[in-house]
């Protein structure tokens, strides 16, 4: 499997611990996606007023989409486990196993982490729409296009925490920067760089010498 491929992996809770579930490699990379920030604010207009009164009232989840394909035709050549053998029908069904089949074991479809170059989100799929492109003879599609969304998912002390911004006891999303390393952050944030190893677990980082600029990395509470 390439690591150059979009990777989502499949959680049982919003804490995403360990190695996942299940996983799902797409076929072929999106050509772009995008990545959404929004803040929610109430408009308050006083009697007599000449105008509105913004008044924060929340940051809402991000969220990210994209468009990706599968294709059956042969043509495609891929190190996905998705491969461009493998009826699209039944690689559409791998990745709906993944991101959006309901899990009997939490009673709702799983949580997700979608990881592609800097790209780390975690999140679940809120939207999956499936347009088939090319079809054999007798119907049979050789080719679809899936767009589809996802809302970022983390729990509410996550959110909590990330409110703060000193405190070592309270959770951090930092974004790597040239120059950075996971001991140099973990020093800065924790005051001990032993944390690194710990820290890039929790991000389910593989390579901890060699992050790229623009990742976003969550540093844990110290326990």
């Given at each position: 499997?390439?690591?150059?491929l979009?990777?989502?992996i499949?959680?049982?809770?919003n804490e995403?611990?360990?190695?996942g579930?299940?996983s ?6 999106p050509a772009s ?6 803040i929610?604010?109430n408009n ?8 509105a009164?913004?008044k ?6 991000e969220?990210?989409s ?6 059956a035709t042969?043509?495609?050549s ?17 990745f ?7 899990n009997g074991d939490?009673h709702?479809?799983?949580?997700l982490?979608?990881s ?11 939207s ?14 050789l080719?679809?296009k899936l ?10 002390d996550l959110i909590a925490?990330?409110?703060n911004?000193n405190s ?7 974004e ?6 996971l ?8 005051g001990?760089s032993?944390?690194?190893?710990e820290?890039?677990k929790y ?6 010498r060699?992050?790229?600029?623009g990742?976003?990395?969550?540093l844990p509470?110290i326990k």
């Amino acid at each position: 499997m390439s690591k150059d491929l979009m990777e989502i992996i499949a959680y049982d809770d919003n804490e995403y611990s360990g190695s996942g579930t299940s996983s799902c490699t797409v076929q072929i990379n999106p050509a772009s996606y995008s990545h959404e920030h929004s803040i929610s604010y109430n408009n308050t207009v006083s009697h007599g007023a000449p105008g509105a009164t913004l008044k924060y009232k929340g940051t809402t989840p991000e969220k990210v989409s994209f468009d990706i394909y599968f294709d059956a035709t042969g043509a495609v050549s891929t190190a996905s486990i998705l491969d461009s053998q493998t009826p699209v029908d039944d690689q559409i069904q791998s990745f709906k196993d993944v991101c959006f089949t309901y899990n009997g074991d939490i009673h709702e479809p799983n949580y997700l982490i979608v990881s592609w170059g800097t790209l780390v989100f975690k999140c679940k799929l809120t939207s999956l729409s499936i347009s088939y492109t090319l079809f054999q003879s007798d119907g049979t599609p050789l080719r679809a296009k899936l767009s589809v969304s996802f809302e970022e998912a983390i729990d509410a002390d996550l959110i909590a925490k990330e409110a703060n911004n000193n405190s070592p006891d309270l959770t951090h999303l930092i974004e790597i920067k040239d120059g950075d390393t996971l001991p140099l952050i973990c020093y800065r944030v924790y005051g001990d760089s032993s944390y690194y190893l710990e820290v890039a677990k929790y991000n389910n980082i593989l390579n901890f010498r060699n992050i790229a600029p623009g990742t976003k990395i969550y540093l844990p509470p110290i326990k």
